[in-house]
């Protein structure tokens, strides 16, 4: 979007300017020939993150701005009162406010040190406050001037939804302090002509910092440029003071009020209009997952759209938790050696509403997983629910986009759980999901029932010549081949096993002497049904017929036992 030319002349203080989202907006300043307060702490390089006061000088210079570099701590009243009197000394005055400073720490109650929360409250609440009373005799001496002064703050729009609030409740009262300055400083000086709105991006952003939170450059695919908040943040400083104030603005949505509609110039590196991940704080996102509910207690558990919600009630209410089990088996499928030495992390995921624990390793050996407490320190803690754990590894929702929306929380080291989506694109290319894992299992199922297509015509009414069949297929090489033991829990006629595990293999009534890797909980007729090819495996499950638990990776196997039963 064009500078039109309308800051010239005019002074702003910008705390946190040094890089990023505040640094974009000086440089648009800039080009109008605008003078820039750069008040932040970095005067030394970071580490990390690029750029200091000094290095974001020289780049509002070399666009024809002016700039004054000041080291400013926002969480000390004596360090911005300073600030802005050096300010006011060597510009004349104070025109426009824009309070970016901001800390983040997207951690639960139990989880935030209260140092953390300090900090974040006296830099997103406090500092926005107190820069902005400092500043103010000066905002009233350019209204008189008629010099149209604005405060502009970084901040969301104010949302009671408990969405919000629930997964960082600390970092939301100090983002929300931020914005409720807006609601009630624009009221208070709306008399004097100074304009004090709040500016919001709609999507993710892409600076340095979004990298270290996002796990590397590969999260911009998911990201606009921090140009657009610029330049939405110019269209709302060349508004008119007395009439445009007590806004809570978004960055598109400002845009497209003066007729922007090619987006397009805003997409980070590999980004696409479809894959960009919406901010947090934003009631049209709820809209966006799909949830399209007023009630955001309920948001969690409702955010799939209808479709997809019911295919996955169906897969849950077919069995005690079976698709969270045939998730873990196909990715033991796909682990090696290559795919674990690329990830080199261990996670640990915990399902909230089934208060269970599973693990993955992806840094040892060739790569393991499985049900309980990783047996290694994890790198990363990743909490949701069944729903939603199922919906990222069926390719229906990002961990970014889970993440920044509240419905993962990440603990530990941040970078090495966005990997996942690596992963995660693994499965969904070879086609992977939990409904048609589930149907994959009780084939294999069905598979170990012989279908007597070899030599048997009979129809079977009882269920211990069933077995007796099976019985004369197990030898040492499909043991070799299955290794794997399976109890089948018929209701009426007791439990019966199959252990194709040890041996030449093993079939009767009651349990294995080793613990089993799949049991088949059923009736006599369906399990009669199956074994006489009157009712396929698959549908017995999706209907609730047939419920499965244990090593689902296991159940997978007997496809191959289905082959070498069809040449016994």
Not at 172 to 199: H, P, Q, W
Not at 234 to 245: A, G, K, M, P, Q
Not at 442 to 450: E, I
Request: glycine share 8%; with cysteine.
């Amino acid at each position: 979007m064009l500078n039109t030319g309308k800051l010239a002349g005019k002074t702003l203080y910008i705390s946190g300017a040094s890089r990023g989202i505040g640094l974009e907006m000086a440089k648009k300043a800039a080009r109008d020939g605008a003078n820039v307060v750069v008040a932040a702490k970095t005067a030394d390089p970071h580490p990390k993150l690029p750029g200091t006061i000094f290095t974001a000088a020289k780049e509002i210079e070399g666009l024809g701005g002016n700039a004054l570099p000041l080291v400013v701590d926002v969480r000390s009243e004596g360090a911005i009162q300073e600030s802005v009197e050096a300010a006011v000394k060597h510009f004349g005055g104070i025109d426009i406010v824009i309070n970016n400073a901001s800390a983040i720490s997207l951690t639960g109650t139990q989880e935030t040190p209260m140092k953390t929360y300090d900090l974040m409250h006296s830099i997103n609440t406090r500092g926005t406050y107190l820069v902005s009373k400092c500043c103010l005799p000066y905002l009233k001496e350019s209204a008189s001037k008629g010099r149209n002064p604005h405060i502009l703050n970084n901040s969301p729009p104010l949302s009671m939804k408990p969405i919000w609030f629930k997964n960082h409740v600390a970092y939301t009262m100090a983002k929300y302090g931020m914005s409720m300055c807006v609601l009630g400083m624009a009221e208070e000086f709306r008399d004097t002509g100074i304009a004090v709105n709040a500016i919001w991006p709609k999507t993710a952003i892409m600076t340095a910092a979004m990298e270290m939170l996002g796990g590397g450059e590969g999260i911009g695919a998911q990201c606009r440029t921090p140009q657009i908040m610029a330049d939405a943040a110019y269209v709302i400083l060349t508004r008119d003071s007395r009439n445009f104030s007590g806004n809570f603005c978004v960055d598109e949505a400002i845009l497209r009020d003066v007729g922007v509609t090619d987006f397009s110039p805003y997409l980070a590196p590999g980004a696409t209009e479809d894959s960009l991940m919406p901010d947090f704080f934003l009631d049209e996102f709820l809209d966006h997952s799909g949830a399209g509910a007023a009630e955001a207690e309920s948001i969690v558990a409702r955010a799939e759209k209808p479709a997809i919600k019911k295919a996955a009630e169906a897969v849950a209410a077919a069995g005690s938790g079976d698709p969270i089990e045939a998730v873990f088996g196909q990715i033991s499928a796909i682990l090696n050696e290559d795919l674990v030495k690329k990830t080199n992390a261990v996670f640990s995921f915990t399902l909230s509403d089934q208060k269970t624990d599973w693990y993955l390793d992806m840094k040892n050996g060739a790569g393991s997983c499985g049900k309980g407490k990783s047996p290694v320190e994890s790198d990363a803690t990743l909490t949701m629910t069944s729903a939603n754990f199922n919906k990222m590894f069926a390719g229906k929702l990002k961990p970014t986009a889970a993440f920044m929306s509240g419905r993962l929380k990440i603990s530990g080291n941040m970078g090495k759980a966005m990997k996942l989506e690596k992963l995660m694109g693994k499965m969904s290319t070879r086609g992977y999901h939990t409904s048609s894992l589930a149907m994959l299992s009780t084939q294999g199922v069905a598979q170990l029932l012989p279908s007597r297509s070899y030599s048997d015509t009979a129809i079977y009414t009882d269920v211990k010549p069933v077995f007796d069949r099976i019985k004369t297929v197990a030898s040492p090489a499909i043991v070799k081949k299955i290794k794997a033991v399976f109890v089948f829990d018929i209701e009426g006629e007791g439990r019966w096993h199959v252990d194709l595990k040890n041996g030449k293999g093993d079939v009767g009534f009651a349990d294995p002497s080793i613990k089993a890797d799949v049991t088949v909980t059923l009736n006599k007729e369906t399990f009669l049904k199956i074994f006489n090819r009157e009712l396929k495996a698959a549908t017995a499950f999706m209907n609730g017929q047939m419920k499965l638990s244990g090593d689902l990776s296991k159940a997978m196997a007997l496809e191959s036992m289905m082959k070498a039963t069809r040449n016994a």
